[in-house]
């Protein structure tokens, strides 16, 4: 797999043997018929002919081999889901061969749900252009669709295709079903065995919304570069969000980062906060805070000095210091920024890492849903809440939710409580994709009753307002907790003796991993977010 950086505006598809079937044993048959030798390309083989009446003739031969391959072709496997799927992204899609347009036109009648029609264009050799693996067929693909070379996918199963690919700065996708002669030149950007990993290319290479990387991504691209310090006893992996280092005899030092982009109010508030949660769910103590503040031009240095003077005062309110860190004036952002990297400790026998979860622990969910969430939109969105009909005291109380976005004390009492396995608090994609995180981070299932979820009026009233689902809704102040099942009660009295609902909403499951949602009536479907609800609204 390459790394190169790109995107996707079109694909590009060799035909016979991607399209359709392998048939390389039969041009195998009619190479060694008009005595084409190895390595040498029938096509140029033909026009290499000095003899005008032989190269006619030899042509011949080729078109009523190609009618009559195509006459008998039947399509790939996935090749007629894969570019239905592909047209309905609204991506071109086009067809790049070596072969006649006749016996293009033969084949594609053969496949059900396809047509000549649903690729534009279909070069051929017919067509003004020099044929693989020169790169101009690529060029002329681009050039029909309005987008530069290097925004094309070539799709192939021949070195010819990936050839002329390269050349004309194009990716490449090998469909390499079968060891065949003279791939090993072949030098694509990816090589798959079926054709319905060609939309796992396409996904790489196609814009994203905005929010949090997508947690299958993340995941993939861990796999891909794994971590080897023996010092680093929490690695990267979706779900966890510190890193934990050991400092050598029993501390060890746990690293969060996290920036605020959504809000331009409170931002040293969350930026303190947000990061500070996180270090706590490890069992830690947030000690030290560095910070990225990001400034759009225009900004005054008083509005710079006040960020600063509010992460100073949140800090000292937390027990936490500010070290310092980075301030930028820059036209990459257009309101501010601050990227918080925070440190805390732990003694080693006292860390608490996601993966000591176990089959019957038991899941507890303190405060409710969506809290951070409810006052960033009655913060933000004042205005436009007071048209669509909520109250001004409902919107008020919400906003006063940024009071409750910390977890850190229901964290210090679960830390200390015996029988705590895994702790994880709920931020971008709201609970449903917490603990998604959860699970994942844990390598347990966890089966969870939506009909114990509790959610605050005024979340519930925004959210209608609004539009979005609370499930889905950032959610810092919210801490799930996996606790062990004779130990559950005495966890819950505790929290709740400090003033803070908590709520017993599930238990964990064996491996595999995934949720299993049960309402009052009966199983539920667990929603699922491409992006936080939040994103909807900015």
Not at 440 to 457: E, K, M, N
Not at 514 to 534: C, H, K, N, R, Y
Request: aromatic share 4%.
């Amino acid at each position: 797999m390459t790394d190169r950086a790109f995107e996707i505006r079109g694909v590009l598809f060799d035909f016979d043997g991607t399209l359709t079937r392998p048939g390389a044993h039969q041009w195998q048959g009619l190479r060694e018929k008009i005595g084409c030798p190895p390595g040498t390309g029938v096509l140029e083989f033909i026009e290499a002919i000095a003899d005008a009446e032989q190269r006619r003739s030899t042509d011949a031969e080729l078109v009523a081999f190609e009618e009559m391959a195509a006459a008998r072709s039947t399509p790939a496997e996935g090749a007629v889901s894969l570019v239905q799927a592909l047209r309905r992204r609204n991506l071109p899609v086009g067809i790049l061969t070596r072969n006649s347009r006749s016996s293009v036109e033969t084949a594609l009648a053969r496949f059900d749900g396809l047509c000549v029609a649903d690729f534009d264009p279909v070069i051929t050799r017919e067509t003004p252009v020099t044929p693989k693996p020169a790169p101009e067929g690529v060029h002329y693909a681009a050039r029909r669709w309005g987008i530069d070379a290097e925004q094309v996918l070539v799709v192939g199963d021949y070195v010819y295709d990936i050839e002329s690919g390269r050349r004309a700065g194009a990716v490449t996708v090998l469909l390499a079903t079968s060891e065949r002669p003279g791939m090993a030149s072949a030098a694509p950007d990816f090589r798959i065995r079926s054709l319905s990993q060609v939309l796992d290319v396409v996904r790489l290479g196609t814009p994203i919304g905005g929010g949090k990387l997508p947690n299958d991504l993340l995941e993939a691209f861990f796999d891909e570069y794994p971590a080897a310090d023996p010092d680093l006893l929490i690695p990267p992996g979706v779900g966890q969000d510190t890193a934990a280092v050991a400092l050598g005899g029993d501390q060890v030092l746990v690293l969060k980062s996290d920036p605020i982009t959504f809000v331009t109010d409170a931002v040293a508030e969350y930026a303190v906060v947000v990061n500070a949660n996180d270090v706590a769910t490890s069992g830690a103590t947030p000690r030290w805070l560095l910070t990225t503040l990001l400034f759009a031009p225009g900004s005054t240095p008083s509005q710079i000095r006040q960020v600063m003077a509010d992460l100073q005062k949140v800090c000292r309110r937390r027990g936490i210091a500010l070290c310092g860190g980075h301030t930028e004036i820059t036209d990459a952002v257009t309101r501010p920024v601050v990227t918080g990297m925070l440190c805390g400790v732990v003694r080693r026998d006292r860390i608490i890492d996601k993966r000591n979860m176990r089959a019957g622990d038991r899941i507890v969910m303190t405060k409710r849903v969506a809290v951070e969430g409810t006052a960033i939109i009655a913060r933000e969105f004042k205005d436009r809440l007071i048209r669509a009909g909520v109250s001004e005291k409902t919107v008020a109380a919400a906003a006063g939710f940024l009071s409750d976005i910390s977890i850190l004390e229901e964290a210090r009492i679960a830390a200390d409580a015996e029988g705590v396995s895994a702790m994880h608090d709920v931020t971008e994609g709201g609970l449903a994709t917490a603990a998604e995180e959860l699970s994942t981070a844990g390598g347990h299932g966890l089966r969870l009753r939506t009909d114990r979820i509790p959610v605050f009026d005024e979340t519930a009233a925004l959210c209608r307002a609004v539009g979005i689902d609370p499930m889905g809704l950032i959610g810092s102040g919210t801490l799930l907790i996996a606790c062990r099942p004779n130990h559950v009660e005495r966890l819950l009295a505790d929290i709740r003796s400090a003033g803070i609902e908590a709520t017993l909403i599930g238990e964990v499951l064996a491996p595999p991993r995934g949720i299993e949602s049960v309402g009052a009536d009966g199983p539920t479907i667990w929603p699922v977010f491409e992006a936080d609800e939040l994103t909807r609204l900015f």
